[in-house]
């Protein structure tokens, strides 16, 4: 047996210093044979891992994904809380440009170029530590009428979301994290999705959800301060909630055309409203057909999530199709993700609103459910969740 430290005890035990000196070192990585080499440089596809807010949120959607939630283990405190977020972010830092992870033991693994990105997010029972304080505007979300939350998909202390282009490179990263996770925390459950935001010609698409429907249209887009004021709390954090939806594919199949695109209030071949004649038009309330009906109605999805009729509350939705099989048996679904600066006067309102009317309820069922406080981003030298755990 050598006398070789093992990676927890480099990291989940040596403080900030020796995690910092892995966050920060930048010039060279040690390789799996411990000789030092360039550090790759990222190829365009990759996101920078630093900045004000965490890269992925803004992003978009990746084309492989997974979830993970984690609970705390009774040892861990404030302090070994901030252990781990210096050990991940580490982490963070190599996979995301390409490189292993500090101790990795499947370092060919470690590719550029797959837009690989991490979020980081702390649940309720993280603001119960001593030292921590709740942020403003976030709680958990309370049961719905419509809900049947199975505890395999539901709560959570931690979560790690990690997204890539190439599903070989989630996998990768998922059990580094997990695995650097141990003397702090276990997994609680893991959610695999999928999405395609890519055109045939490579240009960018909203993506659609395995109703068929163009999903996520009505966003703010990225970079306006629309999003801003939307997405960022003042501290650059934001919060997530993450709710597994089962659809139920036979019923919904067996109706017509256009009795799908009634309850959503959109067209299924391009998402345009029904009052419009493309994807990004915007939608006419008021307008009635021939006959004097609602030409979006009073149930349909895209008016009661509208912001117009939810006192100008919007949310930045995101979503990852999901199937679980069980022998021959599938489950076919959505992972809806919505991003807002204040969960309880942004998204819970309007999340009561249709779990009280929206059409799509007969066909969908929410069966998980947890909400996370995404902290800012950091900078070089830095490391995620200084601000809360620091």
């Known amino acids: 047996m050598t006398g070789r430290p093992s990676r927890r005890q480099l990291f989940g035990y040596a403080g900030a210093a020796a995690a910092g000196a892995a966050v920060t070192g930048g010039a060279v990585a040690l390789s799996h044979n411990s000789g030092a080499v360039p550090t ?14 965490q890269p992925a949120i803004a992003a978009t959607s990746p084309k492989h994904a997974e979830l993970v939630a984690l609970t705390l283990l009774p040892s861990t405190g404030k302090a070994a809380l901030g252990r781990l977020m210096r050990l991940w972010t580490s982490d963070i830092v190599a996979l995301g440009s390409g490189r292993p992870a500090p101790g990795d033991t499947a370092p060919e693994l470690a590719v550029p170029g797959v837009a690989l990105t991490v979020t980081v997010g702390f649940g309720a029972k993280v603001f119960t530590l001593p030292g921590l304080t709740r942020p403003r505007g976030f709680s ?56 395609n935001a890519t055109a045939p010609d490579g240009s960018p ?110 949310i930045f939705r995101k979503g990852l199709n999901y199937v679980h099989d069980t022998g021959a048996t599938r489950e076919s679904g959505l992972i809806f993700l919505s991003y807002q600066a204040d969960l309880v ?46």
């Open 40 to 53: 790759r440089t990222p190829l365009p596809r990759d996101l920078s891992p630093y900045g004000e807010h």
């Open 205 to 314: 698409v909203t993506g659609r959800n395995l109703f068929n429907q163009v999903d996520g249209t009505g966003n703010p887009a990225p970079g306006t301060p629309e999003f801003d004021s939307t997405v960022w709390a003042p501290d650059g954090s934001t919060t997530l909630v993450v709710r597994r939806i089962k659809l139920n594919l036979q019923t919904w199949d067996e109706l017509t055309r256009s009795e799908q695109e009634r309850s959503v209030g959109r067209k299924l071949s391009d998402g345009a409203p029904l009052t419009g004649t493309a994807e990004h038009d915007e939608l006419d309330l008021e307008k009635r057909d021939a006959d004097g009906r609602l030409m979006i109605a009073e149930n349909a999805h895209a008016r009661l999530s509208h912001h117009s009729v939810n006192d100008g509350r919007r």
């Open 140 to 195: 958990d979300i309370p049961v719905m009428s419509h809900d049947r939350l199975q505890p395999g998909w539901t709560g959570g202390d931690l979560l790690i979301l990690v997204g890539a282009d190439d599903a070989v490179s989630v996998v990768h990263a998922v059990q580094r994290l997990v695995a650097d996770a141990a003397p702090f925390a276990k997994p609680l459950w893991r959610q695999t999705g999928f999405w």
């Open 345 to 390: 006067s942004q998204f819970l309102p309007m999340l009561a609103r249709l779990d009280a009317a929206d059409a799509l309820n007969e066909w969908t069922t929410t069966i998980g459910s947890a909400a996370f406080v995404i902290p800012a981003g950091f900078s070089e030298g830095g490391w995620l969740g200084r601000a809360l755990v620091g």
